[in-house]
């Protein structure tokens, strides 16, 4: 009968795993999460300078860590988003609508002889219809989607630098 004395090898699993466990702290998973987020954002950032007009869409498209789905050493969430402004910066609201296409929909132009007054919502709404389909030859505006095809042609990218940042804070920290 042989016998074997494990004891060793178990101090050094045990001190192993306290090695990696403290390497892996809130910041390395925040370096690893903005790092496979920032990808995201790249290559949304270059499929929105496809249709640039003024640049402001282009400029406002950033990785937000979410702080309520986010929880210390163990998760860290981001996401990749655009910046819709407020009164004192306009950012790009409109974004959605570059996104999915949005309805035509012109000035209300028309005045009621009757009233003196334009007319209202809904007959504006129907005219702008027959407007819309006469011209762009329905009611929607074509959309130009910039977020859904980064998201689609970087996932991979994005576990590979997130799998390469990691061993890099390991191999950093561990030290």
């Known amino acids: 009968m042989i016998d074997f004395?494990?004891?060793?090898?178990?101090?050094?699993?045990?001190?192993?795993?306290?090695?990696?466990?403290?390497?892996?702290?809130?910041?390395t998973l925040r370096t690893v999460g903005f790092a496979g987020a920032e990808v995201f954002r790249d290559q949304a950032k270059q499929n929105s300078l496809a249709n640039k007009k003024t640049g402001i869409l282009f400029d406002n498209i950033i990785v937000k860590r979410l702080e309520e789905d986010s929880d210390g050493d163990r998760r860290q969430a981001y996401m990749v988003t655009v910046r819709s402004?407020?009164?004192?910066?306009?950012?790009?609201?409109?974004?959605?609508?570059?996104?999915?296409?949005?309805?035509?929909?012109?000035?209300?132009?028309?005045?009621?002889?009757?009233?003196g007054r334009a007319i209202g919502w809904k007959a504006h709404r129907q005219a702008a219809q027959r407007v819309a389909d006469l011209e762009f030859g329905n009611k929607r505006t074509r959309a130009y989607p910039f977020m859904r095809p980064a998201y689609d042609s970087k996932k991979q990218e994005a576990v590979s630098v997130m799998t390469q940042t990691l061993a890099e804070q390991i191999a950093r920290n561990a030290k």
């Open 5 to 27: 004395d494990t004891s060793a090898f178990e101090a050094a699993m045990t001190a192993a795993r306290r090695t990696i466990t403290e390497a892996l702290g809130e910041s």
């Open 85 to 115: 402004g407020t009164t004192a910066s306009p950012g790009a609201f409109y974004w959605r609508f570059v996104e999915n296409g949005h309805k035509f929909v012109p000035k209300n132009k028309k005045v009621s002889k009757k009233t």
